[in-house]
């Protein structure tokens, strides 16, 4: 049986106080919930299991040997410019900027594109500490003013908010949830009510905000969310349109979307356009010079900005003046990172089959050149597969480092449940197939050790959110498999889900007797196990664990987090004499931060350099300098 690396001393867990008299009946299945006080984030019994957790992982943090060396060199690599694509409204172009290791991007403005930049809004004047940052910008059409959304320590209160101006520039469109009854003041960080009963209000310039109009609501459906949005004409969301025939986008009989014409004077009869793709997802088309169509976001613009990242590109955005005979890409900015030598890594893609056999799962391998696949390397393994988000290539300076000087290997893992290959893909993820996620990730796993990438106490599993509950599931199904498991604002208790925030699309709803079965079958709160009893013969405990939230997370509430962080320290370690569970299990509370958007550059670099510090400790990785 595993034991903690390079620490020699037994952990002294904080006793969390257990109320067995909290019992729920769902569908006649009596189920526990002793740690439910841990909901209530503003009881001085919760902030005072918060305060002995944070003391004792930082006890156990302050141990891991890389880990100021990785802040250090994490540092140097973010310390350089970084800019957002451009974008053009009333011939302005507007766009953010970080000189390297600004707290947050500054939005600048300018009158063309070989013009000054001026600062247009700078969130690092709104607060000292910059934890205030730009959530949703969006300039009217002429150019003269813009309206904007604000995140205060990462939190989500205004959340699920568009922004969308008339063409006449004197007003615009917003969603919003219905403000605190009777003047209430609620801490937005630490909001744990659901949301409930999103409204499209419309707002004239110049008038009181008490004044807006209520443009759309749906009380039947309290659930709903709700945006809103102007076309060029101000009335159909259509691709194009010539007199009464119109081009739709669509995913009717077509998974992947597909684009046809429907005369609306005949308006059962389609004529298809552009047919589905086998393997790709039409995610946007627009149309452009009156006989052209362009598969993507912009439309009826002379220049386009493209912009392109991978795992060895920190980032390019390339212009395209769509005007000349022969368009040409050229590059009109690109992101230089001092010390990175991307010809010393390489990348590749394998296909990895699944549980049911019958699948085969993505997976990038990213690694120094020439490495030799005799399971010696530490492996960090992410995931998310849900929501039909598409986890694409990407640079990152934190896992860069990683596999320059811990000699790591970085790989992604494509699981069903995202939108890779569009909704089927989504849907053999989601629901009463959310299983599969599982299987793939772990069908991942074994192919690494397989192959030689690596070994199971050299295999350190990661997710956010709903990749959170990815490896919240995955330790509880094959504790043995890995040797180290990071889960971000991890969605842990599946049952109270509901009431809190959304989700349950995606997962279902445990009020249904259906839902119910499949959703405690996988629960990461309801099914923490001691590995040692489950198989005698092959004695085993889980891997080392970091659960990480955030006390002002109001899309996953940190409840998840310090509940199931409860429930593995009392089932694993506090409930039992001389443990066999020597691995640490610990949690990471961020003060003044959310579910991830917006956090300060210093906030993602502490929190790097703590996570992949505790990784490299774990796994028993060397520094190499």
């Not at 990480?548 to 998840?560: E, F, I, Y």
């Not at 579910?595 to 929190?607: V, W, Y």
Request: aromatic share 12%; proline share 5%.
């Amino acid at each position: 049986m595993g034991s903690l690396t390079g620490i020699d001393e037994s952990l002294q867990y904080p006793v969390a106080r257990r109320d067995e008299s909290i019992v729920d009946d769902y569908h006649g299945f009596k189920i526990p919930d002793p740690y439910r006080w841990l909901e209530d984030p503003d009881a001085e019994e919760v902030k005072d299991f918060v305060q002995k957790q944070a003391e004792l992982t930082d006890s156990v943090l302050n141990k891991c040997d890389v880990r100021d060396r990785l802040r250090e060199k994490i540092t140097k690599l973010f310390d350089s410019p970084q800019y957002d694509t451009p974008f053009e409204q009333g011939n302005k172009y507007v766009y953010f900027h970080n000189t390297g290791l600004q707290p947050q991007s500054v939005l600048y403005v300018q009158d063309s594109l070989d013009a000054e930049a001026k600062v247009l809004l700078d969130p690092n004047t709104l607060s000292e500490d910059g934890t205030v940052a730009i959530t949703t910008v969006s300039v009217s059409e002429d150019a003269k003013y813009l309206a904007y959304a604000l995140s205060n320590s990462g939190s989500d209160w205004a959340k699920f908010t568009s922004i969308t101006w008339t063409h006449d520039s004197k007003g615009f469109f917003y969603s919003r949830y219905p403000a605190p009854k009777d003047g209430k003041e609620v801490d937005a960080g630490i909001e744990t009510d659901s949301n409930l009963y999103h409204e499209l209000y419309y707002h004239f310039l110049g008038t009181e905000q008490s004044e807006d109009i209520l443009c759309w609501k749906d009380p039947e459906h309290p659930k709903y969310t709700f945006s809103g949005h102007v076309t060029e004409d101000g009335q159909y969301e259509v691709v194009a349109n010539d007199d009464s025939v119109f081009t739709f986008r669509t995913s009717k009989d077509a998974p992947k979307y597909k684009i046809v014409r429907v005369d609306l004077r005949e308006p059962n009869n389609w004529s298809e356009v552009v047919p589905e793709a086998e393997r790709d997802v039409l995610e946007s088309a627009s149309a452009a010079n009156f006989n052209q169509m362009i598969l993507s976001y912009l439309s009826d613009v002379n220049v386009v900005f493209i912009s392109f990242t991978s795992f060895l590109t920190p980032g390019i955005i390339y212009q395209c003046n769509l005007k000349t005979e022969t368009p040409e890409m050229k590059i009109f900015r690109e992101t230089s990172v001092p010390g990175f030598d991307r010809s010393e890594f390489h990348v590749h893609q394998v296909f990895v089959p699944s549980k049911d056999g019958s699948t085969k799962i993505p997976m990038f391998i990213v690694a120094k050149k020439n490495i030799k696949l005799d399971g010696s390397h530490p492996c960090l393994l992410y995931g998310y597969g849900g929501f039909n988000a598409s986890i694409t290539p990407s640079f990152s300076v934190s896992r860069t480092v990683l596999m320059r000087h811990l000699g790591a290997v970085f790989c992604i893992a494509n699981i069903r449940g995202g939108g890779e290959y569009g909704e089927e893909w989504h849907k053999d993820g989601a629901l009463a197939k959310k299983q599969n996620c599982f299987d793939d990730f772990i069908s991942a796993s074994e192919y690494l050790i397989s192959a030689g990438y690596t070994q199971s106490r050299k295999l350190c599993i990661e997710g956010e959110s709903n990749g959170g509950l990815l490896i919240g599931a995955c330790i509880n199904q094959r504790p043995d498999l890995f040797g180290c498991a990071l889960a971000h604002v991890g969605v842990m208790d599946m049952l109270r889900l509901h009431k809190f925030t959304i989700g349950f699309s995606e997962y279902g709803c445990p009020e249904k007797k259906e839902e119910f079965d499949w959703l405690i079958k996988y629960s990461p709160l309801h099914n923490v196990r001691r590995p040692w009893e489950q198989d005698p013969d092959k004695p085993s405990q889980y891997p080392s664990t970091l659960l990480l939230t955030a006390d002002h997370d109001d899309r996953v509430v940190p409840l998840h987090s310090l509940k199931l962080l409860a429930t593995m320290q009392y089932v694993l370690c506090t409930s039992l004499e001389n443990s066999p569970q020597t691995n640490p299990i610990l949690g990471r509370i961020e003060c003044k931060a959310g579910h991830g958007a917006g956090r300060p550059t210093q906030k993602m670099i502490d929190e790097a350099a703590d996570c992949y510090g505790f990784m490299a400790k774990m796994l028993g990785a060397s520094w190499i300098e």
